[in-house]
């Protein structure tokens, strides 16, 4: 085999070590969801305790994504990527033995100290392996492993714990953890570094102390207690630790993040973009599964076998779209991505009990066609305008603002959600009284239908109005599960629009750029 030939298949190896890293970490927060009732059951506690076993994970996770890009540039790529896909595999295997719930939450902890740093990592990897006309094919399959997996958790997540012991959803990624370290020393080649410098102490407190209170609070979602003191202090506290974070990082001259990135015209936009695509992608893998769950009576399991139709379009597209992107640029491949997305979304914001499985999972399928089109190729069309020395710290920023952003679209569509369900129920409750001859009909056949069972006459009388009460309440939650998708699917074409004011020059920033003026 020729230096070329080799080359060549050295890098495409070297993709694939960052994807099995990428999918385990991205696979660990949403596999474990199904777990939660196991875990309550075998550790004997209750909610309040158990969701400290996801808290802790995602504000670690959090806190850890904005050292990244100094560790980075520190100790080197390779170096900084073994060791957070170590950290992540050691976490994993102590999570299997965990013994109690508090030992769960420690170990938990130390898998989000390696996983955190994986996708930022990961990205600054490709972008060294591959050249500016290869990456978005490359970014298209790095893209198969952080969309598919949120999909892929549920259904592999319930199928281990009905079949199996529910230990394994962590020790299985021990071997492969193990596999991914050994062929990342093998494979992967030591990137540039640069001269040690002071660390940013000020914005590293900042940033921890803003992300950490601001996640802590949104990611109670639909159960924030905003009358317990506790939650206004903390967003308060938080907001102004990242008001002293943004002002104090602009301002020193070699930042823990790198706000002047925002700077560059097409990685801000790019950034704007996939914040609003985040909001557009919860209508499908948030608020449809509270439909599927909640109302249609599906189990996790189900639920998760039909969101796998989507996720596998997705990934189908990343790889495709991702090669048209070194073609054509983003544009063109963007547009049509986000106009299906739109599309369908809107489609999909009409959903009821009467539309079949198959309709849903088509509907779904077609939006992650969409988004598989549109979304590796709007963050490498980003990415691709910063310096390639500063990738570490645009990965790192990215992946910060894309963690504070889903936690924020959850809680906003779970608040969306719920205002809207108790309009709808009041709007509909106060329509059924003596005088509307549709409801007093529903009543009367459903108490003579009580009383043919045995029923006295009050008591079939209450639970007719019971059983209406419940069809009203059941319909004014579809219809705000409705209200929510179509939200996203407005959001959506936001995003389109945003699309549109993208330059369409690709800018050369890939190389040195020892002036800074891509910065």
Known sequence: MDDEKYESLRKWLGLFVVIVG????????????????????????????????????????????????????????????????????????????AWSNSSMIVFRIIQALGGGMIQPVGMSIIYQLFSP?????????????????????????GYIIEHMDWR???????????????????LLTESPRKPAKPFDFVGFISSFVAIVSILYVLGQGANIDWNDISNPILIAVGCCSFLLFFLYELIHPDPLVDLRLLKNYNFCISQIVSSVLTFALMGGSFIMPLFMQNVAGYSAMETGKILFPAALATG????????????????????????????????????????SKA????????????????????????????????????????????????????????????????????????????????????????????????????????????????????????????YAIFITAIIAVMALILTFIMKSKEEKASLPDPKGLNA
């Open 316 to 355: 189908i597209m990343m790889p495709i779209s991702g090669a048209l992107f070194d073609r054509l640029g983003a544009k063109p491949v963007v547009i049509p991505g986000l106009v299906i997305l739109a599309f369908f979304t809107y489609k999909l914001a009409f959903v009821n009990l009467d539309m």
């Open 22 to 97: 990428t999918f385990m970490a991205v696979l660990d927060s949403s596999i474990l969801n199904i777990a939660i009732p196991k875990l309550m059951a075998v550790f004997g506690v209750t909610v309040d305790s158990i969701k400290w076993v996801l808290t802790a994970y995602t504000l670690a996770l959090g806190a850890i994504i904005p050292l990244a890009g100094y560790l980075s540039e520190l100790i080197g790529d390779k170096k900084l990527y073994i060791f957070a896909l170590a950290t992540f595999t050691i976490g994993s295997g102590l999570c299997g033995f």
């Open 359 to 482: 309709t849903i999972i088509y509907l779904m399928a077609m939006r992650g066609l969409g988004l598989g089109i549109a979304i590796m190729p709007i963050n490498t069309a980003g990415l691709n305008a910063v310096p390639l020395p500063k990738i570490a710290k645009a990965s790192a920023l990215s992946n910060t603002l894309k963690q504070i952003i889903s936690a924020l679209s959850v809680t906003v569509l779970t608040n969306i959600t719920q205002s809207q369900l108790a309009i709808n129920y009041n709007h509909m409750a106060s329509q059924i009284t003596l005088f509307n001859a549709t409801a007093v009909s529903v009543i009367k056949r459903l108490q003579a239908l009580y009383a043919q069972n045995g029923f006295s006459q009050e008591s079939a009388k209450t639970a007719a109005i019971s059983v209406l009460a419940g069809k009203v309440q059941q319909q004014a939650y579809i219809n705000a599960i409705d």
């Open 168 to 186: 394994l959803i962590f020790i299985l990624k021990i071997p492969i953890g193990v596999i991914g370290v050994f062929l990342a020393l093998i």
């Open 133 to 157: 006309k290869e990456r978005g094919l490359a970014m298209g399959f790095y893209g198969i492993a952080a969309m598919s997996a949120p999909a892929i958790g549920p259904t592999l997540g």
